[in-house]
């Protein structure tokens, strides 16, 4: 073997030809104290120092005042001494004082005079700063995960449980180390675990389920409610797949909801009756009254609008606390669509004799469903069109029948919807710009919602501000048997 020989050498060209063009090796070569001799260009290059400051130093000038506290330089040259070689991972000073971190190696070199130690550096702030930057990014989102309100847990798609929040096992009274690697299937029952597992095989192949109801009994009895989404997590990923799954609890707000709706619907339930009184009287009176008795006239016709307008109100609030109770009663039966279009047409000709409706299209199409309920449907939509349009007269009612669908638009041209509240005009209660003239309760809208979907229709509307809207609502059909 080749006699080792003093690396400043010009008889150990290898190492010198190394020592001068590495790119990535910060090389310094030391007496066997510590004390500096040469520095290479990349030396130079990652920490500033030029030679000169450097040479006929020693290197512990390069080591942070806390490493030198604990005399860490020394144990570096009493390692290298005894063991032949040192390892380093750690900070490194630049000449302007910043750190960096590094990696390398010390080896002591002999020849037969004298002992140098040579120390090979790599800069690896880069990949440092990285890992600190994703070390802490992950404990902000572990902070988040297990903190937040809501209740996360992330299933692989054979439903093992990989990650769970603390927020959620607290809910549920389990520990960690309880739950992580279970299936869901010895924590849920069976039911439950079913409407999941149905749910889960869809999100495999990239559905994605938001806010679902599904319920959960908690240990104690108590059954809650919650929001669930659900999310494949890696979806362009070759690894193992997770989904991700959030359930926002809602049960006390449900509950809130439900006593509202039920105070609702018997208030409403008990004023139908006497209102109904009150109307009918106040009619009768108004048919036997002479033509000449103007002055009680008029008030009477004031009392019978008023009713009227009252009435509405609570048909509406009835069939909201129906429809969130989810008993609003649809009845199923085949009749053709044309004559719900007529009636909502002649209630709306006796209530409305300036305004024109203009026709394109006929409904000759068979509907499974609520003939009186789809006319209260069209009665909404006409009378938003009158009352959100004071200054036009005219309404177009335009019917289409495509593949299995009947489509439904009526344009009028009033005020209109601006695009920022349009996604809000189906929620309940919901009114654009409370201190709009026309009276309302904003539910409107939302108990048409409730009728089209409970018969599998959609509703939905397009409107440009200042120019009109057209509400569309479309159903299942079937074509006349002929
Ligand atoms: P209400 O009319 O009793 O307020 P609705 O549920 O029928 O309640 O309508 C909700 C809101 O949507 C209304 O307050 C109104 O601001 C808006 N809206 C409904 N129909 C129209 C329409 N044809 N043109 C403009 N705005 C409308």
């Not at 059954?223 to 494949?232: D, G, P, Q, W």
């Not at 009114?431 to 599998?456: D, F, M, N, P, S």
Request: aromatic residues 10%; charged residues 25%.
């Amino acid at each position: 073997m080749q006699k080792d020989s003093f690396p400043l050498d010009a008889s150990a060209p290898f190492f010198e030809y190394f020592f001068k063009n590495s790119k990535k090796n910060a090389i310094a070569i030391m007496d066997k104290d510590g004390f500096i001799l040469r520095i290479n260009e990349v030396f130079m290059h990652y920490f500033g120092y030029p030679p000169e400051h450097l040479v006929g130093r020693h290197f512990n000038i390069l080591y942070t005042e806390e490493d030198r506290k604990t005399s860490l330089p020394e144990r570096e040259i009493i390692n290298v001494k005894e063991q032949g070689f040192s390892f380093d991972n750690n900070y490194i000073l630049h000449k302007n004082g910043s750190r960096l971190w590094v990696s390398g190696e010390s080896v002591l070199v002999k020849d037969e005079d004298n002992i140098f130690i040579v120390k090979i550096i790599q800069n690896i702030n880069d990949q440092k700063n990285l890992e600190e930057f994703l070390l802490e990014s992950n404990d902000f989102v572990e902070n988040i995960f297990h903190h937040i309100k809501d209740f996360i847990v992330v299933i692989n798609p054979e439903m093992r449980i990989l990650k769970i929040n603390h927020s959620f096992l607290d809910h549920l009274g389990l520990n960690k180390g309880k739950v992580e690697g279970k299936n869901l299937s010895q924590i849920l029952n069976a039911s439950q675990y079913q409407q999941l597992f149905d749910m889960i095989a869809r999100v495999r192949e990239g559905e994605v389920f938001s806010s679902i109801e599904f319920k959960l009994q908690i240990p104690g009895g108590a059954e809650h409610i919650y929001l669930l989404s659900a999310i494949l997590m890696n979806k362009y990923q070759k690894e193992e797949k997770r989904i991700l799954l959030i359930l926002h609890d809602v049960t006390s707000e449900k509950m809130m909801d439900d006593q509202r709706e039920e105070v609702i619907g018997f208030v409403s339930h008990e004023l139908k009756n006497p209102l109904t009184s009150i109307s009918l009287y106040a009619e009768l009176v108004r048919d036997q009254l002479e033509n000449g008795q103007k002055k009680v006239l008029m008030p009477l016709e004031k009392i019978i609008a008023n009713v009227g307008y009252v009435q509405t109100i609570i048909d509406d609030l009835y069939d909201i606390s129906k429809a969130g109770a989810g008993h609003l009663k649809i009845k199923k039966e085949n009749f053709v669509f044309e004559e719900a279009v007529s009636d909502a047409l002649n209630t709306f000709e006796i209530s409305h004799p300036g305004y024109r409706i203009k026709r394109k299209g006929r409904a000759n199409v068979e509907i499974l469903g609520d003939r009186l309920r789809l006319a209260q449907v069209l009665t909404n939509y006409f009378n938003n069109a009158v009352k959100y349009a004071p200054d036009a007269h005219e309404i177009i009612l335009d019917i289409k029948l495509r593949d299995g669908e009947i489509n439904v638009g009526i344009t009028d041209f009033g005020i209109g919807i601006s695009e920022e509240k349009m996604p809000y005009v189906f929620n309940k209660y919901y009114r654009v710009g409370k201190l709009l003239k026309a009276e309302g309760t904003g539910l409107g809208l939302y108990v048409v919602k409730k009728i089209i979907t409970a018969h599998q229709g959609k509703v939905w509307a397009e409107s440009e501000e200042g120019k009109g809207s057209t509400f569309y609502f479309s159903l299942p059909a079937r074509p006349l048997k002929s």
